[in-house]
């Protein structure tokens, strides 16, 4: 069984920055992509970056590239997000995903098999 627990969330003013990280239990941590999704109030979970298993190839959704940074540490089976220079509209629910199912990064909810709980990120105008 896979386990993610998503911490780093908060309130953050626009320009400001938010790092969440993602620990995952379970084996095999270096063959899963790793993905961050968000979800806003009234909105459809959507991507916003994913790293392949050894960090050599990551995707950001348009919205935050140049902004948010994804990163990972296999040896201590963690996932990072580094968010900069925060938008009102980065507001949202950010979920932490794997996908085992594939070395392929993708962008989609339903490529990924495992979901954290969630961590709420609200950037205040």
């Known amino acids: 069984q896979v386990q993610l627990i998503e911490s780093g969330g908060g309130l953050v003013q626009a320009g400001g920055s938010l790092s969440l990280s993602c620990e995952v239990s379970?084996?095999?941590?270096?063959?899963?992509?790793m993905g961050w999704f968000r979800q806003a109030p009234g909105k459809e979970r959507e991507f916003v970056a994913a790293i392949n298993w050894d960090g050599g190839r990551t995707q950001y959704t348009d919205s935050v590239k140049g902004r948010f940074t994804i990163s990972r540490d296999n040896a201590k089976k963690t996932v990072h997000l580094q968010m900069n220079n925060m938008k009102p509209e980065d507001t949202a629910v950010y979920y932490c995903a794997v996908r085992y199912l594939g070395y392929d990064i993708q962008v989609t909810v339903g490529a990924y098999q495992y979901w954290g709980q969630g961590t709420q990120v609200t950037v205040s105008s």
């Open positions: 379970g084996r095999a941590f270096t063959a899963y992509v």
